[in-house]
């Protein structure tokens, strides 16, 4: 198993079902997605999300950076995020950044897990630019119209819905999507 890259802290706070925080020790790091733990992704992806990725996916998530990680909870391997950055309207010098995935798994949830990946592609989106590299001015991604979890997740964290996205996925039950986004100043 690849060890955490980043080391979140030794003592975090967590938030019970009742939303009171309680001191609860354990480590949280963050890891780059590499050939070498590919495999945990794609186990991950397979258990939280609905969808099942193309190869496509899984090798242009090994080449966006910063943009994709894994998250562990006491050195085990518990959640993801990957992203992939597009052209901002046909601009050089904008790309917006679409998050395709972000999970934690059920039994990990509310221990701040998901805001540490998301946290984390804020700040690296806010980041200066690279001279020669575009300057990412939105981040948006697609929920699920009925997962009031997720909705509420990032509105939280300040993103706004932009639009309803009837049919978005088609091959589901509820197929209605929000179309959520937050500006990069």
Excluded: W
Excluded at 150 to 176: I, M, T, W
Aim: proline share 5%; glycine share 8%.
């Amino acid at each position: 198993m690849t060890p955490p890259a980043i080391d979140m802290s030794s003592t975090t706070t967590a938030t019970t079902t009742e939303d009171k925080p309680k001191n609860v020790g354990f480590r949280v790091g963050l890891g780059d997605i590499t050939p070498n733990n590919l495999g945990q992704l794609k186990r991950l992806n397979t258990v939280l999300f609905p969808v099942v990725y193309a190869p496509g996916f899984y090798k242009d998530v090994l080449e966006v950076g910063e943009f994709a990680k894994i998250i562990y909870f006491n050195d085990v391997c518990v959640g993801a995020v990957c992203c992939r950055k597009e052209p901002a309207n046909g601009s050089a010098t904008e790309q917006n950044l679409y998050i395709a995935t972000l999970g934690v798994l059920a039994p990990y949830r509310r221990l701040g897990l998901g805001s540490e990946m998301l946290k984390h592609i804020l700040e690296q989106a806010n980041l200066p630019v690279v001279a020669g590299q575009a300057k990412i001015v939105r981040i948006y991604l697609h929920v699920q119209s009925n997962n009031e979890e997720a909705l509420e997740f990032y509105k939280k964290h300040g993103f706004e819905v932009a639009e309803k996205c009837e049919n978005y996925y088609s091959q589901f039950e509820v197929s209605d999507a929000f179309k959520l986004e937050k500006i990069i100043n």
